[in-house]
């Protein structure tokens, strides 16, 4: 299962981002480090089911045509300027960063929380500042392990002729750095520092350790708390060179909360919602506010940050495997039973060992259930594609 971080500094509304995204109840407070160990849960991604297109009918395994897909979702304690000399909660918050394959950086958009989180009062502190600190911060955590480590590392190039990718990538292993991402780090860096690296300084290894979290840790920004964040701060942080989101976690735990207790009708992502319940006149003033919201930015970001994440930050398409291509079902006689997220490029193989190991080792063909065309091995998977595999077991 993916798995995203949501990250930043305390009391930016990240725990609240968290139990919007989820409904798992955790404590939310106006004061820094509420979180102190990782909350865990599952959210899912939203995309539009291929049930409509293929059947002229809903599934029965999605919302109105709405297939949501699970991820496992890691809300960590907030991080402070120096953590990675051991300020807050240090290294404790970026080691539980390492598991993550892209993180959501939650950051209050109002300006109303000061660098450590304590509470300044909307429009007093700049909030592209905090984005620039919390990337300073991981990149100074990478370069702090190589920079341990690099002595160690030259010396057995030098004598057991290893490769500096596999070497650093052992180095870096608890933070979750691959190889081919560590060859592409080093790649380039190579082009700025030179091919020499023993004569590398610690400015190069800076590099080397910024190109490292760029390669590793995929990042968007939640521009949190849109409803009551100046409009300039807002502009200031769409003109950096990331994703910007702009989000309200407070109103989309409001709209779920309420779509739980039926109150409304909602799916998360949506653009409006129907009153479906009777309700007081405080209840209908606050639910018309959010409508308000929605109307101007479209939805509340949250379900947004969720599936950018995933569909634009790492690059997953979905695919329906079926065991029936005739009647899109499982042998159970269940129509579209799953939905699969899988990195683009993914072949029908890698799908048939997402399934299950044994048919990948036994795969034999697969069908496109739109086409019925047999697809060798190799097939390179599309996104919405439907498939069925074929094998030996």
């Not at 991604?45 to 809903?58: A, G, I």
Request: charged letters at 30%.
């Amino acid at each position: 299962m993916i798995t995203l971080a949501i990250a930043g500094k305390p009391n930016s509304g990240k725990s609240t981002f968290f139990k919007a995204s989820t409904l798992v109840d955790v404590e939310i407070a106006p004061y820094p480090f509420t979180t102190i160990s990782p909350n865990v849960g599952i959210t899912h991604v939203r995309t539009k089911c291929v049930c409509k297109e293929l059947l002229n009918d809903f599934c029965g395994n999605c919302v109105k045509g709405a297939r949501f897909i699970p991820v496992e979702l890691i809300d960590v304690a907030g991080l402070v300027k120096d953590a990675h000399k051991g300020r807050g909660l240090g290294n404790e918050f970026l080691d539980n960063l390492r598991r993550a394959e892209a993180i959501i950086h939650v950051v209050d958009a109002s300006g109303g929380t000061d660098a450590d989180g304590n509470i300044v009062g909307v429009g007093n502190h700049d909030p592209v500042e905090d984005v620039t600190f919390f990337e300073e911060e991981l990149r100074m955590w990478v370069f702090g392990i190589i920079q341990r480590n690099w002595r160690k590392v030259l010396r057995r190039v030098e004598l057991e002729g290893a490769k500096v990718e596999r070497l650093l990538t052992e180095q870096l292993a608890g933070v979750g750095v691959s190889e081919a991402q560590m060859k592409a780090a080093l790649s380039k860096t190579v082009r700025v520092a030179g091919s020499n690296v023993k004569n590398w300084s610690d400015d190069a290894l800076k590099m080397l350790a910024a190109h490292v979290v760029e390669e590793s840790k995929k990042m968007l920004i939640a521009a949190n708390k849109m409803d009551i964040a100046p409009r300039e701060f807002l502009e200031r942080l769409k003109k950096l060179d990331r994703i910007v989101i702009p989000c309200s976690a407070e109103m989309e735990l409001a709209l779920r909360t309420a779509a739980k207790n039926n109150i409304i009708r909602y799916l998360p992502g949506d653009p409006d919602f129907e009153i479906v319940a009777s309700i007081t006149d405080a209840q209908r003033a606050a639910l018309e506010k959010m409508k308000k919201l929605l109307r101007e930015f479209g939805s509340s970001g949250v379900q947004e940050c969720i599936n950018r994440a995933v569909f634009d930050l790492l690059d997953y398409i979905v695919v329906y495997p079926v065991e029936d291509e005739n009647k899109l079902c499982d042998s159970a006689g269940r129509t579209l039973p799953d939905a699969f997220l899988m990195k683009r490029g993914s072949t029908a193989r890698d799908l048939a060992f997402a399934v299950h190991t044994e048919i990948g080792q036994s795969f034999l063909y697969a069908v496109d259930a739109r086409t019925k065309r047999r697809l060798s091995a190799d097939y390179v998977l599309r996104d919405g594609d439907v498939i069925k595999i074929v094998h030996t077991r």
